[in-house]
C-alpha cells in the first residue's frame, strides 16, 4: 500500500475564527498554543485633575501546553509616590491631582489552565482556572485591591467562553486576597523621619464580563485578511474595608489603628465599569486594541474617567522548523 | 486551508510515511479540536482487515469487499481523530485483531 501525495484533514475550528474572543481586558477561556511566545504591551491613562495618569506594561506568554498558558507582567506608573501621603489616611486620601514619579511597580504572574472543550463547527464552549500572584511594593492610598500595579498578593478563579459564529461571550469570576503593604507616612514635623505605616487591604471579588463579535471579515478566504472586532467589556469589583496601623512614636515596635469611618475610599465598596473597545488583528497575528471605560454603577476610586487603554500584541514562534520545499506543502 | 469551513489539506511527497498522530497532536497543540482526518492511499490489490504500511498497522474496521486497488480515501477512527458525536458510533467496533506493530490506526475504507 502507498500513500497518496493528499491528506485531507477537516480541523473544527480555524485559527481566525477565535478572534472575536481575544478580549481587550479580559482573559478568555482558550490559550496560546503550545510552544508559541506572545508578547503584549499596553498602556492605560486617564485625566486626573491636572495631572495625566499612565500605567504602562509589557507582558510575557507562553503555551507549556494545550492546555495551560503562562504569563509575566511588569508594569510601571505614576499612580503612586514613594511614600503615603501626609497626614494618611485622614487627610489627603486619596492624594488626587499631586505629582507623583513614573515608578517600576513590580511583577504580575499568571496560570491559565484550559479544563473543559466543547469544540463544533464555528462554536465552542469552554471553560479555564487561573491563578495570579503579583510582586509590587507600592504605596497605594486607595482601598481598592488591584494585584496588577497596585497592591502585591494572589488571586484566582474560573473563565468560561463561548463563541458562536461571530459573536462570543465570556464571564470571568474571581477572588483577590492582597498582601499588607509596610510603608511610611512623611512626619508633619519636618527633619523627623517618616511614621512606619501598615496598610491592610480588604479581599475583593471580581465579576466580568464581555463580549465581542467579529464584524470584518464576513466570511474568511485565507489567514491575510484583517480582522475588525468590536468588544463591549463590563469589569466589576466588590471589596473590603481597608484597616491603616500607624506606628507609636513613642514605640516604634507598636501599632495603633487610624480610624478611617470617615474616609470614603478606604471603605468597603463595589462598581461596576463598561469599557467598549475595537480590535484590529493583521494577517493573523499583530493585533491592536483599544478600549475607553466610564462608571456603569457606582465608580472606582483608584482612578477617574474616562480610561483609555491601547494594547499591540504579537505572536512568535520560536519551535517552528523551516521544511524543505519538496516534503510537504500545506495549503 | 479552507477557513470558511474549517478544512485543512497537506500535501506528502509520494511513497514517504506520514506520522497521522503527529498531524493530529499538532492540532490539539495549536489548540483546536479534529473533527475529521481522512487520508487519500493509493492501493494495489488490497483485501483483508489488516495492512501493514510502512512499519505502521492499520486495522480496518467494517471493511467492504475487495480487493482494492486505486486511489481509495480512508477515514482514520479513533477519539484523536473524530469529534465526540462520530466516536459515540465507532468506539466499541475499535478492537484490535493486528498485532502492535509500530503504530496501531483504527481505518475504514
Known amino acids: 500500500m502507498r500513500y497518496l501525495f493528499l491528506t485531507i484533514l477537516g480541523v473544527l475550528v480555524a485559527t481566525n475564527q477565535y478572534a472575536q474572543e481575544l478580549f481587550p481586558l479580559n482573559e478568555p477561556a482558550s490559550n496560546i498554543p503550545r510552544g508559541v511566545l506572545g508578547v503584549r504591551a499596553f498602556t492605560e491613562s486617564y485625566k486626573e485633575f491636572s495631572q495625566f495618569r499612565n500605567m504602562s506594561a509589557l507582558r510575557l506568554m507562553y503555551g507549556l501546553t494545550p492546555k495551560l498558558t503562562v504569563m509575566l507582567t511588569a508594569d510601571a506608573s505614576n499612580h503612586h509616590n514613594e511614600l503615603l501621603p501626609p497626614s494618611y489616611p485622614s487627610h489627603n486620601t486619596p492624594n488626587v491631582g499631586v505629582y507623583h514619579p513614573f515608578l517600576f511597580n513590580g511583577v504580575d504572574a499568571y496560570a491559565k489552565y484550559r479544563f473543559l472543550t466543547i469544540d463544533g463547527e464555528h462554536s465552542h464552549y469552554r471553560m479555564a482556572l487561573y491563578g495570579e500572584y503579583s510582586y509590587l511594593n507600592v504605596a497605594h492610598d486607595e482601598g481598592e485591591p488591584t494585584l496588577l500595579d497596585d497592591t502585591k498578593g494572589a488571586g484566582a478563579g474560573f473563565i468560561s467562553t463561548y463563541l458562536k459564529g461571530h459573536f462570543a461571550a465570556s464571564f470571568n469570576g474571581g477572588f483577590i486576597y492582597p498582601f499588607q503593604y509596610k510603608g511610611s507616612i512623611p512626619d508633619f514635623a519636618s527633619g523627623l523621619p517618616p511614621v512606619p505605616t501598615i496598610v491592610t487591604y480588604g479581599n475583593a471579588v471580581t465579576y466580568n464580563l464581555s463580549f465581542g463579535y467579529l464584524l470584518f471579515p464576513r466570511v474568511y478566504k485565507n489567514y491575510d485578511q484583517t480582522n475588525i472586532n468590536l468588544y463591549l467589556e463590563f469589569l466589576g469589583k466588590t471589596y473590603g474595608a481597608t484597616q491603616v496601623q500607624v506606628s507609636n512614636i513613642l514605640n516604634p515596635n507598636q501599632y495603633y489603628v487610624e480610624s478611617t469611618s470617615a474616609v470614603p475610599v478606604l471603605q468597603a465598596g463595589n462598581y461596576v465599569e463598561v469599557h467598549p473597545g475595537v480590535q484590529g488583528i493583521i494577517r493573523s497575528n499583530l493585533r491592536i486594541d483599544m478600549s475607553v471605560g466610564f462608571p456603569f454603577i457606582n465608580r472606582s476610586y483608584v482612578h477617574y474617567s474616562p480610561v483609555y487603554t491601547l494594547g499591540v500584541q504579537r505572536y512568535f514562534y520560536p519551535n517552528k522548523k523551516r521544511l524543505p520545499d519538496h516534503s510537504v506543502k500545506h495549503t | ?109
Not at chain 2, 474496521?61 to 482514520?76: D, E, I, L, N, R
Request: glycine share 12%; charged share 15%.
Open chain 2, 1 to 109: 486551508m479552507n477557513l470558511e469551513h474549517t478544512e485543512g489539506k497537506i500535501t506528502f511527497t509520494p511513497n514517504g510515511k506520514v506520522d497521522i498522530s503527529g498531524i493530529a497532536q499538532a492540532v490539539k497543540n495549536a489548540g483546536f479540536s479534529v473533527r475529521y482526518l481522512k487520508a487519500g492511499f493509493v492501493l494495489d490489490n488490497t483485501a483483508g482487515t489488516c495492512i501493514n504500511y510502512k512499519g505502521d498497522t492499520y486495522s480496518v474496521v467494517h471493511p467492504t469487499a475487495g480487493p482494492h486497488s486505486g486511489t481509495t480515501v480512508v477515514t482514520f477512527l479513533g477519539p484523536a481523530y473524530q469529534a465526540k458525536k462520530d466516536l459515540k458510533k465507532w468506539g466499541s467496533q475499535l478492537t484490535n485483531g493486528c498485532g502492535t506493530k509500530g503504530n496501531l490506526y483504527y481505518i475504514t475504507l
